[in-house]
């Protein structure tokens, strides 16, 4: 996620996909997933009508099909399967039948391949940027010695719908007034936040914490290094509207019911 | 998850089942699902041979059935969907369906009911444990400023397979010269950690790291701070056992294919 989303909002108008695959299975093994990741990335790589920046790996944990996800969308959601690498909150763009190698476009929403002489490479990153998971009990300390640290954007992932203690909201105040930037996403994963259902959702909002829609707390991070690296000196202003616009789809309006998985509730 | 595990861990041979219950659109609301999640778990109560802590919510959008989730195997999942919680590594103990209230078991591995003469609080909790998800680029400072700080665990939400930065492994042996734990769980959420597969795990286990196998990142937290809390000045040797002990079936040994949720790939 990281990668593949540092490398969407870097490579501006691409005028070919660009495809991170890997396996999960090391390819000195037999059963090694590598070779079919790598040869239907080519199919992709041919027939996509794309330029976005693609992680190819397994759909399932045969080798019936592999899935081109939308960098800035996909999250490792297991630790070892060969379909670890999952959609979040989207539909994977496209998929590669094995073996028959049929290219399908799965996803209606895409940037389509740019020219070649708009491609554009935006690509400085600031490491004032942090990323912190909320937890009941978290000291707010720790976001006074962040703002004394110089850091200059901090993600918190909150609870539900975005939320972190009440306890803490001075601490987001005075990191507003000097001058950091305070993104609240959700760590359910699935989902979006909404900071005005509760009361204290609202006070975040008035002591300047920014909702983070549906994006993904690691694309949050990524982003705003972007945003800080590559386009210093902007007011708060222009930051908060930089981080709302759509750069590579990292926020996706409507939520189908079929974005979250199906739960066994069986054993 | 943190109330419920929190529970879990200080509430010894339950002689009946403890729920938790909730709504996810409020009971002002005519749409509430908390009249069907309340009356549910009252047949919970009465039929359930189980005697451990659970939190029980719609199993699906509509008002089909309930499920009664292990405490310290839950997760909200979804922002704001009615079946937002679900059983992460492990299947639900159990569901109820709607109208007809028929209880049915759902997995086979359950504590019991105990004594009521066996019954025991167990309710002490340290607030000197953190919870840091590790990103790339997280500076290893913060590692050296909470051991400063007087914690006296800290739990890594790894990434894949669990794994922190090379850079950072001077300063988590540093923590555990310093007496302090350091446990790394796996932000993939499904699946375990393997810290034994790449060079980094295994350097992060010579540093003193301890491997969180598959419990979720919440729990490892809560439990730390109940063993720190409920019996402190343990050796670093019996903080460990106990740490592996299972408690309250925070760990499952056996992963099934189902427990991965099924992903969608069309849209």
Not at 5 to 32: E, H, K, T, W
Request: proline content about 4%.
């Amino acid at each position: 996620t990281y990668t593949a989303s540092a490398l969407a909002f870097a490579l501006r108008n691409l005028p070919v996909p660009v495809i991170l695959v890997g396996s999960q299975r090391s390819s000195d093994r037999p059963s090694s997933d590598s070779v079919l990741n790598m040869k239907t990335s080519l199919a992709i790589f041919k027939e996509a009508p794309f330029g976005e920046v693609v992680v190819c790996m397994h759909g399932t944990i045969s080798d019936d099909y592999v899935l081109a996800h939308r960098g800035v969308k996909v999250r490792k959601m297991h630790s070892s399967r060969r379909d670890a690498f999952q959609s979040i909150n989207d539909a994977p763009l496209a998929r590669v039948d094995f073996p028959g190698m049929r290219f399908k476009m799965l996803n209606p929403r895409f940037i389509a391949r740019g020219r070649r002489e708009d491609f554009q490479v935006v690509s400085k990153f600031s490491d004032r940027v942090v990323l912190l998971k909320f937890y009941p009990g978290m000291e707010c300390g720790i976001i006074d010695f962040l703002v004394d640290r110089g850091y200059r954007a901090i993600v918190f992932e909150g609870t539900g719908l975005g939320h972190i203690r009440n306890a803490c909201v001075d601490s987001v105040a005075r990191a507003t007034e000097e001058g950091v930037l305070t993104i609240v996403t959700t760590q359910t994963i699935f989902g979006r936040v909404n900071m005005n259902v509760y009361s204290t959702g609202r006070r975040l909002l008035k002591a300047g914490a920014i909702p983070g829609h549906d994006i993904l707390s690691e694309v949050a991070y990524v982003k705003l290094s972007w945003m800080l690296g590559s386009y210093p000196g902007l007011d708060r202003k222009d930051y908060v509207e930089l981080f709302h616009r759509n750069i590579a789809y990292e926020y996706n309006p409507i939520h189908k019911d079929s974005l979250f998985p199906v739960w066994s509730h069986e054993y």
